[in-house]
C-alpha cells in the first residue's frame, strides 16, 4: 500500500535552560552533536523514512535554525574555488535535505500547544511528531515500523521504551496491553511524568509520534496540565480511553537512543556516537580506555 504523503513536526521553541548559557543566544537544538547540530540528526531521520515535508516550530532566536537550512552561497563558493569537495558536501547537505517550514509559537506554553501550532500546515494529513531531545540511532530504524503501524491501524502511534523505574518521573508513562506483536502495545492510559509509585509501567514515552489530524481536536479543548503546560500526553490519554476510536498504540524501541536533554547525557551521547564513527572512533577510543583508567 503507497505510504500516505506523512509530514513530520519537529517542536523547537523550548528556552533550553538547562543548557545556559551556551542557549542564551542559541536554540538548544542548534548544540552540535560532535560536528553536527541535534536538530540536523532528527531532520535526517524524518527524511530517511521518506518524509519530505518538515515543519519546525520555533521560538525565541530563530535565525540559527532557519539560516542552517538555507544555503549559504559566499561559502559554497569559497569551498569550490578551494576544490574543498567534503566539506563544499557538508555544508550542503542540510539545505538539501527537505522541503522545511517554520512557524512560530509565540508563547511557550508546552508540547501540546506546539503541535497544535502546526495544525494549518498539516491540514488533513497524517503526521509525525519527532522531539529533538531523543536521538535516535540511523541504525536502528524507529520512524518507519511507526509509520507502517499507522498505516495499518489507522491508530495514533507513540515509541515506548522501558526505562528504570527511578526514571520514569522524567517521562510519559504508558499502561500497556500486549498484542500478537512482540514489539507493539495496546496503550490504555498515559500519565505525563509521575512519580514512580504512581507510574503505570515502566514504559516511557520516547519523543517520537505518528497522529492523525484528529488529534488537534483534542489539543483544542486540552487544559494545562503537568507544569501548566499543555500537554501532548494528555490529549494522547483523551485518544486512548475513547472507546468509539482507533486508539493509541505503543512501537517497543530496543534499540539505541541518545538523550540530549540534559548535560550528562549530552555529553554521553556525543562520546558514544563519536567514538562509533570511522573517521573518530580509532583516535578516540583508545584515548577514553585511557582516561577511564585515570578516574
Ligand atoms: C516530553 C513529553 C514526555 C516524553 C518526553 C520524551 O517531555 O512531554 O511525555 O516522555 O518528551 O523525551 P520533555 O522531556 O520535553 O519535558
Redesign the pocket.
Known amino acids: 500500500m503507497p505510504h500516505k504523503p506523512f509530514k513530520a513536526v519537529i517542536p523547537a521553541a523550548?528556552l533550553g535552560t538547562r543548557f545556559l548559557p551556551a542557549t542564551k543566544a542559541m536554540p538548544k537544538e542548534m548544540l552540535p552533536v560532535v560536528d553536527k547540530p541535534a536538530i540536523q540528526y532528527v531532520v535526517e531521520e524524518a527524511t530517511q523514512a521518506g518524509i519530505g515535508d518538515i515543519l519546525i516550530i520555533i521560538g525565541r532566536n530563530k535565525n540559527a535554525l532557519s539560516n542552517h537550512f538555507d544555503s549559504v552561497p559566499e561559502l559554497e563558493t569559497n569551498l569550490e574555488r578551494k576544490g574543498d569537495h567534503a566539506k563544499l558536501a557538508k555544508v550542503q547537505q542540510s539545505s538539501d535535505l527537505a522541503d522545511i517550514h517554520f512557524v512560530r509559537q509565540g508563547e511557550p506554553k508546552g508540547?501540546g500547544h506546539a503541535v497544535l501550532r502546526a495544525r494549518s500546515h498539516v491540514g488533513d494529513h497524517p503526521f509525525a511528531v519527532l522531539?529533538g531531545?531523543?536521538l535516535i540511532d540511523e541504525r536502528d530504524p524507529l520512524l518507519t515500523t511507526m509509520l507502517a503501524e499507522h498505516d495499518r491501524t489507522g491508530a495514533a502511534i507513540i515509541a515506548l521504551m522501558e526505562v528504570d523505574p527511578d526514571h520514569i518521573h522524567?517521562?510519559?508513562a504508558a499502561a500497556v496491553e500486549a498484542t500478537e506483536s512482540v514489539d507493539v502495545v495496546k496503550v490504555t492510559g498515559l500519565v505525563?511524568?509521575p512519580s514512580a509509585e504512581d507510574a503505570p509501567s515502566n514504559y516511557?514515552?520516547?519523543?517520537r509520534y505518528v497522529l492523525s489530524p484528529a488529534v488537534f481536536d483534542v489539543l483544542e479543548r486540552t487544559e494545562p496540565g503537568k507544569g501548566g503546560e499543555i500537554?501532548?500526553?494528555d490529549a494522547l490519554q483523551e485518544l486512548a480511553a475513547d472507546p468509539e476510536g482507533p486508539g493509541v498504540y505503543g512501537v517497543v524501541f530496543r534499540g539505541r537512543r541518545y538523550?540530549t536533554?540534559d548535560r550528562v547525557d549530552y555529553i554521553k551521547a556525543i562520546v558514544q556516537l563519536a567514538a562509533d564513527r570511522d573517521d573518530l572512533g580509532p583516535e578516540l577510543r583508545p584515548w577514553l580506555k585511557d582516561f577511564a583508567a585515570t578516574l
Open positions: 523550548g508540547l522531539l531531545d531523543d522524567l517521562y510519559g505525563e511524568k516511557a514515552v520516547i519523543g500537554q501532548l500526553t538523550d536533554g
